[in-house]
Nanobody, 115 residues
Framework: QVQLVESGGGTVQAGGSLRLSCAAS????????MGWYRQVSGKHRELVAI???????NYADSVRGRFTISGDTAKNTVDLQMTNLRPEDTAVYYC?????????WGQGTQVTVSS
């Protein structure tokens, strides 16, 4: 069973930076993609950024140029460097790992950006 351990959330002032990290264990199959989503209470979970097994990346328009995703696809780890944070980035951030049979979510980590 795949388990994801997230770290790095917290509270920061607008314009500040945070780094999220996620490490997966127990995956039996090669990773297809790994990344970060976020959710605000009462709204749908949305893509923030993902990295694929071929090291391709995809970002939400709202974070492109401010957030950078990086990872080790062999070790199933992924980091999200968030800079120039805005109050609208406030959400619970979830790590996700997708392989051929499993779609696994982390427990979520809160990011709060104060104005």
């Amino acid at each position: 069973q795949v388990q994801l351990v997230e770290s790095g959330g917290g509270t920061v002032q607008a314009g500040g930076s945070l780094r999220l990290s996620c490490a997966a264990s127990g995956s039996r199959f090669p990773m297809r993609s790994m990344g970060w989503y976020r959710q605000v209470s009462g709204k749908h979970r949305e893509l923030v950024a993902i990295i694929t097994s071929s090291a391709g990346t995809n970002y939400a328009d709202s974070v492109r140029g401010r957030f950078t995703i990086s990872g080790d696809t062999a070790k199933n780890t992924v980091d999200l460097q968030m800079t120039n944070l805005r109050p609208e980035d406030t959400a619970v951030y979830y790590c996700n790992l997708l392989n051929i049979l499993e779609n696994t979510w982390g427990q979520g980590t809160q990011v709060t950006v104060s104005s």
